[in-house]
């Protein structure tokens, strides 16, 4: 009963969740494993999610802290506690909210890890000499350069559709985290690889319906359930030009190249309101850390233009 109780709270909130704040799915994926997680030790506890209280929950944080997870990963899980049971007392579930006071181990701010542009320069380089063939060196050409110049996350990438590459677009959209839209531009080089590769891609499609077989929905489509490359496919392909580029592949990630992007920008004077909005950041904070590329800058520039700091 215990077990059902909890696995039904979850379902429940997940369910909501996707509905009414259109959380991602991997938003969604990463809640339930956390719940699980912890609704699996409370179960092993003798504990009911229906009237467990806050002593539990802190004593399971101990147990997230013994068994060493990183202080981000034990607030994420924090965060995913308090909105279950949030959730729980709006729905009347429950007649308290036992995770409301909690305070969290907050997570660290640790500078993001980034690229020099000529690192960068290295890998696009490696990207046109990377694949089997030359349709599979037009799209990694493709991947990369769209990359750099939009800062898209991997999952929006990888999933971009290809009526979203037709007409030769200056920008593109693109559907990020909760199926929020936004409009990134395209840079010159990326318009040109994407028009190479799209040619390709249309020649790919023609023979498919010569075959009487259905085009691709996608612009770098996969024989995968999923119908496009996946993210662990890329992932996979990066550390491929990596090794290429002769750089080290622990450096070099999806994730790593959308910073590179931001970086970059943010080095060369944009706004960062406007890398905001670029990158789909809902709130500017997430942003601000990225300012740590200005330092230097804002030193010279202190002490070049500041009257206390002339001599």
Known sequence: MIAGTAYRWISTFLEASAAETGAARNTQLAYGRDLRDFTDWAMREGLDVATLQRDAI?????????????????????????????????????????????????????????????????LLDAARETGRSPAERLRNTCLMELLYATGLRVSELVSLPVAAARGDPRMILVRGKGGKERMVPLSAPARQ????????????????????????????????????????????????????????????????????????????GADLRAIQTLLGHADVSTTEIYTHVLEDRLKALVLEHHPLAKP
């Open 58 to 122: 802190e004593r399971y944080l101990i147990h997230c802290e013994a068994q060493g997870l990183a202080a981000s990963t034990r607030a994420r899980r924090l965060s995913a506690i308090r909105q279950l049971f949030r959730f729980a007392y709006a729905e009347g579930w429950r007649g308290d909210d036992p995770a409301s006071r909690i305070s969290g181990p907050g997570k660290s701010r640790k500078l993001p890890i980034t690229l020099g542009i000529a690192e960068v320069g290295a």
């Open 193 to 268: 690889a994407l028009a190479e590769w799209l040619a390709e891609w249309n020649t790919q499609a023609a023979a498919l319906r010569a075959r009487r077989l259905p085009e691709p929905r996608f612009l770098f489509p996969s024989t995968g359930r999923a119908g496009h490359l996946s993210r662990v496919g890329f992932y996979l392909l990066l550390k491929d030009m990596a090794l290429r580029a002769r750089l080290d592949p622990a450096r070099i990630s999806p994730h790593v190249l959308r910073h590179a992007f931001a970086t970059h920008l943010l080095a060369g």
